[in-house]
């Protein structure tokens, strides 16, 4: 496998950091099988997949990587961190074993009344379902961008193809802040802006998706919050087609849930895609659940982006993690996620 790179950057050698990556993958599940204590286990998880890691290093240099490689660069480290992530469960599971005899022979007393000492946290589901989502995404050759989350009118509505008085602004219950010229700043709507701040970034073709906090003056209920995330898909290239974007909702649907889940679109509006769908995933049941909307991106989008939309086409698709969340864990109350209750929290 031979990845080349698309940056002139010296500092980052991808091929370095793939012959690393495919050492970690010949000696790191050994090396965690041999950790001594639960101390030197946590450094190892550190060491193999925390954010200084190679495997973070490797996963930030996607982007250098050359489009026709990085599905097969993504595999390989979305294989490399799946056995990493099992072999630290699997050493895991024999200390907290060992932990547990240890405790029951030591028992002399009613331990009913004594508390336990605080449990050791661990990441939010929702961080756990966007670390997911991401390194899937990662895996079909997607690299990973982001955006500010307080952003002018123009990036959140304008170049998205609403112009200033446009009706469709209304489906948007937007908060505005005090900065600027009255209703020019605002909390971003939805993670919809990345796509026009990595169009003038980046020179095509892109594959990205855009996780991130999004924020409406919503009521909370059951299916709703005012401060929620998204994950946001673009791509952008020649002779892309309504097919590639049912072919990659399908797939990582497949991905995610298993090969007998499978998909549907549903004719919808967006104003920044033409044509525009709603897609659903069928439930072990046989029904169907929406999860979010897609579409091929607008022309009008492109030319906002720098780009010839007679040269590029491209598709684009959004769809909430907590209602991921939700669906992927059988939840039926989204505030569960932000109501911090440790009994809940603790299941996940």
């Not at 003038?200 to 909370?220: M, W």
Request: charged share 25%; glycine share 8%.
């Amino acid at each position: 496998m031979m990845a080349a790179m698309n940056s002139p950057d010296a500092s980052v050698d991808v091929h370095e950091l793939l012959d690393r990556v495919r050492r970690l993958a010949a000696d790191g599940p050994a090396t965690i099988a041999a950790a001594a204590t639960v101390d030197e286990l946590r450094r190892l998880d550190g060491e193999f997949l925390g954010k200084t890691s190679v495997m973070s290093q490797a996963k930030a240099a996607m982007r250098f990587v050359a489009p026709e490689d990085r599905k097969s660069v993504g595999g390989l480290l979305n294989e490399v961190r799946t056995a990493l992530e099992a072999a630290i469960g699997q050493r895991q599971s024999a200390f907290d074993s060992d932990a547990r005899r240890e405790r029951l022979a030591a028992e002399a007393l009613d331990l009913s009344e004594v508390m336990d000492a605080a449990p050791t946290g661990h990441r939010h589901l929702i961080s756990q379902t966007r670390e997911m989502l991401e390194d899937a995404f990662v895996g079909l050759g997607f690299t990973v961008a982001e955006g500010p989350e307080i952003e002018t009118d123009w990036y959140n509505f304008e170049a998205l193809n609403m112009p200033e008085g446009h009706p469709a602004r209304s489906m948007w219950d937007t908060l505005y802040l005090e900065a600027g010229e009255p209703e020019s700043v605002l909390l971003r709507t939805h993670t919809s802006p990345v796509q026009i701040r990595t169009m003038l970034r980046e020179e095509p073709p892109i594959y990205v998706v855009a996780p991130g906090r999004a924020y409406r003056s919503d009521t909370a209920d059951a299916t709703h919050l005012p401060v929620f995330s998204q994950i946001e898909g673009l791509v952008i290239d020649r002779g892309i087609t309504f097919a590639d974007l049912a072919g990659t909702i399908e797939t990582f649907v497949k991905l995610l849930y298993g090969s007998e889940r499978t998909t549907r679109l549903r004719p919808s509006f967006f104003p920044f895609t033409e044509p525009s769908a709603e897609f659903d995933m069928s439930t072990p049941s046989g029904e169907w659940v929406e999860l979010g909307g897609c579409g091929m991106v607008h022309p009008n989008v492109l030319r906002a982006g720098g780009l010839d939309p007679e040269e590029w086409s491209g598709f684009a698709f959004g769809f909430g993690l907590e209602r991921m969340a939700m669906q992927r864990h059988g939840l039926d109350d989204i505030r569960e996620l932000i109501t911090n209750d440790v009994r809940f929290l603790a299941q996940f």
